[in-house]
């Protein structure tokens, strides 16, 4: 396994990132504990997850799992841990004020609870799973210097935050004694959904963050999708089924994977590789259900594209080149 560092910090990682949203909705606590196991034996030691995931009535339940492998003992201290806070933990109908999003009150609050249910004394990369219109960055940074005093948290990042988002972040950072601000960003990106490299990557790298990407196979549309119907009759589902609706979107994946079958290569591990050689990426977020999915992430870590196929990759799937470029000339 290859490491880099996370962003501009000395904490090396992983170049691929464990994402742990399956743990508990489709794949239960003991198939869990032994993706885990055999992540970290593969030298898998960035750990992604959220307070929410397990959803529903059993939101908190990934959490409460990786709690339980970390309660084991021999593992907290070779884990990077990464978990994130936004949303409404309440199990029903509207959240009670001030049981989500980022006031100074809910951060300390899911903060605590996080690590109540992960049994850790403290979170290395703790994420924003959203941007809060409402509240203001003085008080967020306000209530995670608290929380770094304490030695609850040790570095910030964000989720799915705009580009001027993450410059608006970090400048008030700077100017509130010189904190070090936000240190990744988790966005969607994939070969697919590109839109990122417009200004979310960019402000990302020139600010020193470290990029995660998540739906790397853009809900398994990237994974051999008609291939599988061909060669099982198994119907995608989800975002895959949504946009494979699309006449035009279909010619596409069938064109990218008679590509990659003309390459000799899965298409899931192509994708995942082709994240590998992008600018600015840390490490996309592999999120197995299974042990052989595991495997097939550690195969695409190890996987070299040519530079032929790299261009076939982008003549398919072109990006939509950087800002003001992309939409004003």
Known sequence: MEYTQLGRTGLKVSRLVLGTM??????????????????????????????????????????????????????????????????????????????????????????????????????????????????????????????????KILYVGSSNFPGYKIAQANEIAARRNGTIGLVSEQCIYNLFERRAEMEVIPAAQDYGLGVIPWSPLHGGLLGGVIKKEVAGGRRSSGRAAEVLNDPAVRAKIQAYEDLLDKHGLEPGEAALAWLLTRPGVTGPIVGPRTAEQLESALRASELELSEELLAGLDEIFPGPGPSPEAFAW
Do not use: C
């Open 22 to 151: 399956n743990f508990g909705p489709q794949t239960d606590e003991a198939d869990s504990h032994a993706i885990m196991d055999a992540a970290l034996d593969a030298g898998i030691n960035f750990f992604d997850t959220a307070n929410v995931y397990g959803w529903g009535e059993n939101k908190g339940r990934t959490e409460s799992i990786i709690g339980t492998w970390f309660a084991k003992g021999e593992r907290r201290d070779k884990v990077v841990l990464a978990t994130k806070m936004y949303g409404n933990m309440g199990t029903e109908g509207e959240p009670w004020p001030n049981h989500d999003k980022l006031s100074a009150l809910n951060i300390r609050r899911a903060v605590d609870a996080s690590l109540k249910r992960l049994q850790t004394d403290y979170i290395d990369v703790y994420q924003f799973h959203h941007i809060d219109r409402a509240t203001g960055f003085e008080e967020i940074w306000q209530a995670i210097d608290v929380l770094v005093q304490q030695g």
